[in-house]
């Protein structure tokens, strides 16, 4: 099959991308290069610049590369900047949806897999999220991939398009230095941007019901990550008209002052944390359970924290080498 992967210039697609090709599938990325970086794209695997709005420019890359599948990372995805831009938010990632979807389902496109979140549950009160947890997003970026969600669905239902919905936990990690994150949005970077400027990383609140007081997530390997799209691809190819809604996880939590103790650990910069107050919005727990991916597909993650950490740390030092020690 050929894939189109949206979003295919940016820190997840780039895994995504290599992971399809070497699975040997061909893939075709598409993206507005707002986030992404074109050099991420390996060579030889042809980069069409545009947005999901743009419908005619959809329909003529489905044609002309003879697409049969599509996976939909492009979004924005910022959690904070949504609630300042709800309407730009739903426009980008739901009326973008929507348009790739209609080009879609006229080209005759067989499969569709969609990039959702863990952000779709909100604050679960559980000790494991399953798939039948309820859904009660607290952001607006959380509420347009529920949304999606809602979108791929019944777009799936009306037109036999084959379909799945990958609820994405937290994502660390890189498989090479030239692909890790280079945005400061998430714990890991965040405490590394710290470090490089010989400061204390923040641990937002420590008086949670946890065993140490601060939050407890789940972190999943991008490189696991990758893998779970290529087998969920290939399930989708097996099987037409399937309908799919899957976590993606390790199904084990890690505190934020444990994930800080092992970025010490691994970076050998060693500071005491300041404590400020918990952020608006932060459950004290939100862990997967990794159950049902693992019985319908066989998937399982397969590196661990120290795996995640470790590489990120090498990408974070190939555009930050004044942070090496000396």
Excluded at 143 to 162: P, Y
Excluded at 250 to 276: L, N, Q
Aim: aromatic residues 6%; charged residues 20%.
């Amino acid at each position: 099959m050929t894939w189109l992967i949206t979003g295919g210039a940016g820190y997840i697609g780039a895994h995504v991308v290599r992971a399809m090709t070497r699975a040997g599938e061909r893939a075709v990325v598409y993206d507005d290069l707002s986030t992404g970086d074109a050099a991420r794209v390996p060579d030889g695997i042809p980069l069409v610049v545009g947005s999901t709005l743009d419908g005619d420019r959809l329909a003529r890359v489905l044609a002309e590369h003879e697409v049969t599948g599509v996976v939909h990372l492009a979004a924005k995805k910022q959690v904070g900047e949504s609630v300042d831009q709800p309407l730009r938010y739903y426009r980008e990632n739901v009326e973008g949806l929507r348009v790739l979807l209609e080009a879609v389902t006229a080209a005759d496109v067989s499969a569709f897999v969609f990039s959702s979140s863990a952000a779709v549950y909100g604050m679960p009160d559980v000790d494991l999220v399953t798939e039948e947890t309820p859904c009660m997003p607290m952001s607006p970026y959380g509420e347009t991939k529920l949304v999606g969600e809602w979108l791929v669905r019944a777009t799936g239902r009306a037109t036999g398009l084959s379909t799945a919905s990958l609820r994405y936990f937290n994502v660390a990690g890189a498989a090479s230095p030239e692909l890790a994150d280079t945005g400061v949005f998430n714990l890991v970077p965040m405490v590394f941007e710290k470090l490089t400027e010989n400061a204390a990383p923040r641990i937002f609140g420590d008086d949670y019901p946890t065993p140490d007081g601060t939050c407890i997530r789940d972190y999943i390997h991008v490189v696991d990550l990758a893998e779970a799209h290529v087998a969920t691809a290939r399930a989708l190819q097996s099987s037409p008209g399937l309908d799919l809604t899957l976590n993606i996880g390790r199904g084990e939590g890690v505190s934020v002052r444990e994930m800080i103790d092992t970025i010490a650990a691994v970076t050998g910069h060693h500071h005491v944390p300041t404590v400020t107050p918990r952020r608006p919005g932060d459950p004290a727990r939100v862990v997967a359970s990794a159950d049902r991916i693992a019985t319908e597909l066989g998937w399982k993650a397969r590196h661990d924290v120290h795996d995640m950490i470790a590489s990120a740390w090498q990408g974070w030092l190939r555009h930050h080498p004044q942070a090496a020690r000396d």
